[in-house]
């Protein structure tokens, strides 16, 4: 694809930094530091702002006040990193198999398949399933009985996803994720774990995107809900009956337990873990490897455990760690006394 | 399904809080701020009592103390979510398809598949299998040469399992689990790493449940054994040579490193660590995100990490965390002083 | 598999106690604490030495030092873990499937696959793919348009490799594995996220391993590399355009966050995370469940957490971490009075 900054400019609603740059196109994004002609580039991150003086690219997205810092064309953005995202997006649209059922799926009497899908190899519907219009499951996929896929939904290969689930429309569900497996139920009977059913499914709004190998349970009795626009990193784990408002995003290999309700425009960063049967509010940030064992009702940022360092010193004063009680008491104690 | 509380209590052992309820019927279980007529409900949570009073289910599972909090039918349980769990599964039998081979299944002629088993489509058994009686196996399931698959044991969409492994009776097994991928073993030979070849093999008992996209290593030469009756969530890495004991539980995103014991009746939450080469003795709890470094020779619950707070004080303590042991001396000092 | 005690010492290069040993035949490892008549051992953790003197073992592997604590032939190395897993690899070679396409793969006309391969049932290889000589393709793999697969490697069952995607030689990739999802990368607009496409790939070098349900996102612009001889453990996250140098081993669960740098020779235990945009040097060493928030220039061993201990306790010792900051400050008045 290629694009005059004339068109790109007027499609993402920025500015050029000056008109006779209207007719220059460009056909690729490309990083600030080896961009060559016919590239466009960004650079939102000040840490690269040097690479902006012998930058080849054929424009770059700037800022106002980094306008100067970039001899060529530039397209002005308040948001430098969201107005690539749009050019990029419009540069490298998603690769779209053509409308197909592949010879090799299985697809059940009574499941239905929209206009303009592609179902891929090996991929198999069940009893009763709901694909709209425009979807593209790769192969491998499975989707078990009475579960809907949305309209422009993107399966990628060898995604399961149980029964009674609903995705939303503009899914984007990567490899290896499982959607609907049972929520870890169980009574414990004098020793012994009685299984209790998880009955309910799981419900994703639009536009949500679930990362490779990400596993999202079925509620027990109510649904597991994934509000809209919430994206999800790889290795995530969801247990059940969890809600997760509208546009939060979560970095790969956090957990949330059960029952917990995480609010809208959340970020949680990688490696977290969010205990069960607790709210977060809106607009909370909690920083990597956090452990969130209570409610929190103040929007803000959160954290938890040690900083790093050298092994030899750590042991010390992990060591320490473990009498800090102790230790603080000796101080008041001397402070009384002084 | 419909049952009379009758029949419920005499199928769980428990007592009616009055026998003219015994006609009753339910036909399903509900969360009991939710609930209505013909459905039952359990309060074991004390947080959730509250409800009861407005609660319009045709029945509660209480235990004997809460019996007056609710005006109607109630089963008197010492273990009120135990015995949900029993009628639940009463309630909400699984779903079994109908026994058969599916065409596109791919059975070697040495494989053997029991009576009143489902094979799904794209399911692949290897020579040598055996499949025992009342087994399902899903969508796209591998099992490797030689492996067998315990009577009545469930294995979802997309699990791949390896030569050699056995799997228990009754066994539930999630979409995307691995049993039986080779242990992280290597030897450093001056600088490079020279495979180890894993030759053991991984045996599950009665009972057990793998959650989703779990993975359980072969074991190195021995077997990785996994005892009856243990329940692992989502996402969990067991290493070779583990042995868990049995009834053990272990919640989402845990790992447990090669060649430890766990004992019976552990119950170990999210996200924890367990380090290789150590032994925890039975009934011991660990809470969520801990990291175990070392046996633990005495039941009981154990804990690492810190609390969580706002970024900006946790940035001051954390400093704080590596001079430990240096402000500890120094605390010393001063009481030597005084 | 049978060998002579001489034939072992010369392929592995190193010697025997006694040249009368020579002709003795083994034919399996196994544990010191097991093994019969038939079969080789090592020891290299002194924490087994006490098995040796009633070791039933044909023949034993161990250090030079170690030759006197068993009574029967020895084969002395400099590094007995190393000398055990060639030996092991002699004893014990992979089983290999017959070469064979499976008559229910889908192979894409513009597909190559190399000489002496097999490809299981149900693995599909899209447009443009190459899969070089002596490749083994379990069942259910995905390789995804123009990604290729080096000469000798092994991809185990139900793996997923996007498009754009290039495997090294001898690479051996395992179940759940999925190479090559879109990075997680999204600009935020008012609160919406914008996806940014990942146009990127990833690069393995040769002689990596990739272990169940691990996930290696593809670049965002430029590729994810991998290394050669590097060894990833189940269950790791390695986000959009890290690069990880030669020969470093990660152990499970660990996640790496977007565009680090992590050196050669590096080991990185269970559970750590480390996060974006940072270097680590060569040779660095990371113990289990750390955090690791800033570039590492030095080589040594980097620890973070607290250790365990009982959860009464722990629950004191964790609420003054949040007071630490206060209480150091609260000493060093007192000191400065004194």
Redesign the interface.
């Given at each position: 694809m290629k694009y005059t900054l004339g068109d790109l400019a007027s499609k993402t609603g920025v500015q050029l930094s000056n008109k006779s740059f209207a007719n220059i196109e460009v056909e690729a994004?490309?990083?600030v530091q080896?961009a060559s002609k016919g590239e466009i580039s960004f650079c939102a991150n000040p840490?690269y702002k040097k690479h902006l003086s012998v930058c080849q690219a054929s424009a770059v997205i700037l800022k106002e006040e980094l306008v100067d810092s970039f001899s060529g064309a530039v397209l002005i953005s308040k948001?430098p990193?969201?107005t690539?995202?749009?050019i990029?997006?419009l540069l490298?649209p998603?690769?779209i198999p053509t409308a197909e059922v592949?010879s090799?799926a299985?697809i059940h009497d009574t499941a239905r398949v929209g206009r303009n899908c592609y179902i891929?190899?090996?991929t198999?519907l069940d009893a009763g399933v709901v694909v709209e219009d425009d979807c593209l499951l790769?192969?491998?996929v499975?989707i078990?009985?009475n579960s809907s896929v949305g309209k422009g939904t993107r399966i990628?290969?060898?995604v399961?996803v149980?029964?009674n689930c609903a995705l939303g429309k503009r899914n984007?569900i990567?490899?290896?994720a499982?959607i609907g497996?049972?929520g870890?139920?169980?009574?414990?009977?004098n020793?012994?774990?009685?299984?209790?059913?998880q009955?309910g499914g799981v419900v994703l709004g639009d536009d949500v995107?679930v990362?490779?190998?990400t596993?999202i349970?079925r509620g027990a009795?109510?649904n597991t809900v994934i509000e809209e626009?919430v994206?999800l990193?790889?290795?995530i784990?969801i247990?059940h009956n969890v809600r997760i408002g509208a546009?939060t995003?979560i970095?790969?290999?956090s957990?949330v337990?059960g029952s917990t309700i995480i609010g809208k425009?959340c970020t949680i960063?990688?490696?977290c873990?969010i205990?069960g049967?607790i709210e977060l509010t809106d607009n909370v940030?909690i920083?990597?490897?956090?452990?969130?064992?209570?409610s929190i009702k103040q929007s803000?940022?959160?954290?938890?455990?040690?900083?790093?360092?050298?092994?030899?010193?750590?042991?010390?004063?992990?060591?320490?760690?473990?009498?800090?009680?102790a230790?603080?008491r000796?101080?008041f104690k001397?402070?009384n006394?002084?």
């Open positions: 994004v490309a990083p080896s840490k948001n990193y969201a690539y995202a749009q990029a997006g490298s998603a690769d592949h090799t299985t891929g190899p090996n198999v790769m192969a491998g499975f078990g009985k990628n290969a060898n399961s149980y029964h984007i990567h490899s290896g499982v497996a049972d870890f139920g169980f009574a414990n009977d020793g012994k774990w009685i299984k209790v059913p009955t995107e990362g490779a190998s596993t349970d009795l109510d626009g994206k990193d790889n290795q784990q247990a546009h995003a970095a790969g290999c957990g337990a425009h960063a990688g490696m873990t205990v049967h940030r920083t990597a490897m956090s452990l969130i064992s209570k803000g940022s959160y954290s938890s455990g040690t900083g790093f360092e050298e092994t030899t010193s750590w042991r010390k004063n992990s060591v320490r760690f473990k009498q800090l009680d230790i603080s000796r101080l001397l402070e006394k002084s």
